[in-house]
T-cell receptor
Framework: EAGVAQSPRYKIIEKRQSVAFWCNPI?????LYWYQQILGQGPKLLIQ????????DSQLPKDRFSAERLKGVDSTLKIQPAKLEDSAVYLC???????????FGSGTRLTVV | SQQGEEDPQALSIQEGENATMNCSYK?????LQWYRQNSGRGLVHLIL?????REKHSGRLRVTLDTSKKSSSLLITASRAADTASYFC???????????FGTGTRLTIIP
């Protein structure tokens, strides 16, 4: 089966600019996650979708981050405006259910200068 | 917030030796999972152990879970150079599917 697709792979922007990331999960996976991974740390959950509804966005900085999942399939994560501390790898993952592991995409490495 | 803490933070062993890394967590869990991450790549799911299980095997991997101590261990037997990576434990609480990841163990296999 095809994996989780993410784009772009790399992005460099200046602070205060905006950026968007795209994710296409595995077909049939109802649950989709966005994680932020800062260098040297474990991934931190930003937002969890079940179909096209938000289940958990408690750690999403809502003043600058937004996410949507259209028609319960693809998802986009946006940052506007970006700060230096947003430099990280943004990982998308999907899962068919609670007793299954996640399948992660390759991530988008964001550098804010 | 990070739920789990892996120990050690870094581990270097000779190829062929066994590698053991540990994970401690704080709250009751539904299941615990281990993932591998090669440098600059996404995470790969290795194994899942449910809260009512004590040990699980998959190929050269052996995972144990002690819910009374809120801890788990991952053993990789007969290590290979390709096992060089960061290893993360992640816990899933009851009632939702989200995973909370630990801080990771960086494993280096010396050929």
């Amino acid at each position: 089966e095809a994996g989780v697709a993410q784009s772009p792979r790399y992005k460099i922007i200046e602070k205060r600019q905006s950026v968007a990331f795209w994710c296409n999960p595995i077909s049939g996976h109802a649950t989709l996650y966005w994680y932020q991974q800062i260098l040297g740390q474990g991934p931190k959950l930003l937002i969890q979708f079940q179909n096209n509804g938000v289940v958990d966005d408690s750690q999403l900085p809502k003043d600058r981050f937004s996410a949507e999942r259209l028609k319960g399939v693809d998802s986009t994560l946006k940052i506007q405006p970006a700060k230096l501390e947003d430099s990280a790898v943004y990982l998308c993952a999907s899962s068919p259910g609670v007793y299954y592991g996640y399948t992660f995409g390759s991530g988008t490495r964001l550098t804010v200068v | 917030s990070q739920q789990g803490e892996e120990d050690p933070q870094a581990l270097s062993i000779q190829e062929g030796e066994n590698a053991t890394m540990n994970c401690s967590y704080k709250t009751s869990i539904n299941n615990l999972q281990w993932y591998r991450q090669n440098s600059g790549r996404g995470l790969v799911h290795l194994i899942l152990i449910r809260s009512n299980e004590r040990e699980k095997h998959s190929g050269r991997l052996r995972v144990t879970l002690d819910t009374s101590k809120k801890s788990s261990s991952l053993l990789i037997t007969a290590s290979r150079a390709a096992d060089t990576a960061s290893y993360f434990c992640a816990t899933a609480n009851f009632g939702n599917e989200k995973l909370t990841f630990g801080t990771g163990t960086r494993l280096t296999i010396i050929p």
